[in-house]
């Protein structure tokens, strides 16, 4: 193992672990979140799936939401601010906001009424309402 990462990994460590007040060191930008960390809840209630995705400082215009069959895709676009900062007299000493996208992608053991679904988001909480769909027991064909 190359002893540079590893004393990379060490001090970024202590740095993370350690009190802002005596430790202060610029950084623009932490990875994106991987897909697994978009958290979802999926539960079956009745002729609906419920899902419940934790999206946090994302605005609800920012996220996406598609149905194909039973394959739902969520994906949000999260953006960094750097307005806030006055060129000429501020510092910005650290910035862990980050901007790109991530997507999440499940699939559903039936197949979804997407002319009936309905998506909120409140609190960072995006909630869908997937009905399943309505197939009619199978039909038996008279053999002419």
Do not use: C, W
């Given at each position: 193992?190359?002893?540079?990462?590893?004393?990379?990994?060490?001090?970024?460590?202590f740095f993370r672990d350690s009190?802002?007040?005596?430790?202060?060191?610029p950084l623009h930008g932490d990875p994106l979140p991987s897909p697994d960390q978009i958290k979802v809840d999926v539960k079956e209630c009745g002729n609906d799936f419920i899902v419940k995705a934790d999206i946090?400082?994302?605005?609800?215009?920012?996220?996406?939401?598609?149905v194909d069959g039973n394959t739902v895709t969520i994906s949000?676009?999260?953006?960094?601010?750097?307005?806030?900062?006055?060129?000429?007299?501020?510092?910005?000493?650290?910035s862990e906001r980050y901007y790109g996208a991530v997507s999440r992608?499940?699939?559903?053991?039936?197949?979804?009424?997407?002319?009936?679904a309905k998506a909120t988001c409140e609190?960072?909480?995006?909630?869908?309402?997937l009905p399943k769909m309505v197939n009619n027991a199978s039909k038996r064909l008279k053999i002419e």
């Open positions: 193992m190359n002893p540079l990462v590893s004393s990379t990994k060490f001090l970024d460590e009190p802002l007040g005596y430790f202060v060191h946090p400082g994302v605005r609800k215009d920012d996220i996406n939401v598609s949000a676009e999260m953006k960094q601010h750097d307005q806030d900062k006055d060129a000429d007299t501020d510092r910005i000493l650290r992608t499940f699939t559903l053991p039936a197949t979804v009424d997407q002319a009936n609190n960072g909480v995006l909630r869908l309402t």
